[in-house]
């Protein structure tokens, strides 16, 4: 079956511009994360979606970072006003609910020049 | 205290040797634990679950639970070049019913 998906693979954005980033999760999870991997470092948490209960969003770094999960599907993390600092991989994950394994998808490579 | 705690290495092993990747936790209440293999470039993959105390074995990986010391383990036997990889640590927080990830340790197989 079809696994995590995410869109687009790469995105190269200008300093100020705000990007959307998109995750597909397996069909019928109800657990949905979003991580941050910049080159060299570990998974850094950013936000936590499971079924209709409010999300977790305790790892945003900013006010410029926000989520959201339409229908408890697909997922978009918007990024307003990028900086360079944003650049990274940005992970999308799924899951069956809060208590099983992950599945990550390829991941978004942003670039912020 | 970190909640998964991993050393993040480089762990250097020989070719056909075992390698031994450590991990702690410290929420008592977790009753789920994974590993996850990432090489460089690529996403998490999942490895090995465990749920309960002792060893689960899978091919040349073997992991290994300890709730009561906070405690997990994977053993690889036989170690090839295709190991080098970072490996994570993850664990399903019941006071926070979400999963949290150590930081990985990147193990490097020598030939």
């Keep these: ?113 | 205290q970190k909640e998964v705690e991993q050393n993040s290495g480089p762990l250097s092993v020989p070719e056909g040797a075992i390698a031994s990747l450590n991990c702690t936790y410290s929420d008592r209440g977790s009753q789920s634990f994974f590993w996850y293999r990432q090489y460089s470039g690529k996403s998490p993959e999942l490895i090995m679950s465990i749920y309960s105390n002792g060893d689960k074995e899978d091919g040349r990986f073997t992991a290994q639970l300890n709730k009561a010391s906070q405690y997990v383990s994977l053993l690889i036997r036989d170690s090839q070049p295709s190991d080098s990889a970072t490996y994570l640590c993850a664990v399903v927080y019941s006071s926070a019913s979400k999963i949290i990830f150590g930081s990985g340790t990147r193990l490097s197989i020598r030939p």
């Design chain 1, 1 to 113: 079956g079809a696994g995590v998906s995410q869109s687009p693979s790469n995105k190269v954005t200008e300093k100020g511009k705000d990007v959307e980033l998109r995750c597909d999760p397996i069909s019928g999870h109800t657990a949905l994360y979003w991580y941050r991997q910049s080159l060299g470092q570990g998974l850094e948490f950013l936000i936590y979606f499971q079924g209709n209960s409010a999300p977790d969003k305790s790892g945003l770094p900013s006010d410029r970072f926000s989520a959201e999960r339409t229908g408890g599907s697909v997922s978009t993390l918007t990024i307003q006003r990028t900086q360079q600092e944003d650049s990274a991989v940005y992970l999308c994950a799924s899951s069956s609910d809060g208590y099983n394994e992950q599945f990550f998808g390829p991941g978004t490579r942003l670039t912020v020049l």
